[in-house]
Antibody, heavy 116, light 107 residues
């Protein structure tokens, strides 16, 4: 079955840009929707947005001005960049397969802490 | 955004019990609702989509029902592997939104 793995710095300074990459294995990234979802400590899940393998994107309006997704099909990877981070962006970040509705596969998640 | 409210936040139950979790939407979402299970430190797992359709491999002890604004997830006979957190998600209106979760713990 498809497996996803997030990677990137676990600590980001305030006002800087958070960057994460999701590597997809046991399946192709092409032809599917992929999502980023986050969960602040002790809080609920928030959908950051989703992208199609062709590169088209759909961002959560609450984060739209700070979020950028990209895809590298040759590496079977897709990425998240979140700019001007604050402590409120501290969360476990998940990458996942799906975006048009349900998500059928999730990564394990990676904790990103925003702190100086 | 559509707000999803789950109840209860925590549920204490024993193996073999029948348990029901409720999810309410702030506006109608038809039947565009999914349920996920999450265990500590693990990736969430899709259980049910379109309110009542079980994902492949999910035991038949799980069932979902509802429409509009009120939905339920029922576990007909709680098994040791079912002690986990459960959360609902609507995908009627973007941005998709989640409930805050229900933790099912051992009584």
């Amino acid at each position: 079955q498809v497996q996803l793995q997030e990677s990137g710095p676990g600590l980001v300074k305030p006002s800087e840009t958070l960057s994460l990459t999701c590597t997809v294995s046991n399946g192709s990234i092409s032809g599917y929707y992929w999502s980023w979802i986050r969960q602040p400590p002790g809080k609920g899940l928030e959908w950051i947005g989703y992208l199609y393998s062709s590169g088209s994107t759909n961002y959560n309006p609450s984060l739209k001005n700070r979020v950028t997704f990209s895809v590298d099909a040759s590496k079977n990877q897709f990425s998240l960049q979140l700019s001007s981070v604050t402590a409120a962006d501290t969360a476990v970040y998940y990458c996942a397969k799906g975006g048009g509705g349900v998500v059928d596969y999730w990564g394990q998640g990676t904790l990103v802490t925003v702190s100086s | 955004d559509i707000q999803m409210t789950q109840s209860p936040s925590t549920l204490s139950a024993s193996v073999g019990d029948r348990v029901t979790i409720t999810c309410r939407a702030s506006q109608s979402i038809s039947t565009w609702l999914a349920w996920y299970q999450q265990k500590p430190g693990k990736a969430p797992k899709l259980l049910i989509y379109k309110t009542s359709t079980l994902e492949s491999g999910v035991p038949s002890t799980f069932s979902g029902r509802g429409s509009g604004t009120e939905f339920t997830l029922t576990i007909s006979s709680l098994q040791p592997d079912d002690f986990a957190s459960y959360f609902c998600q609507q995908y009627n209106t973007y941005p998709w939104t989640f409930g805050q979760g229900t933790k099912v713990e051992i009584k």
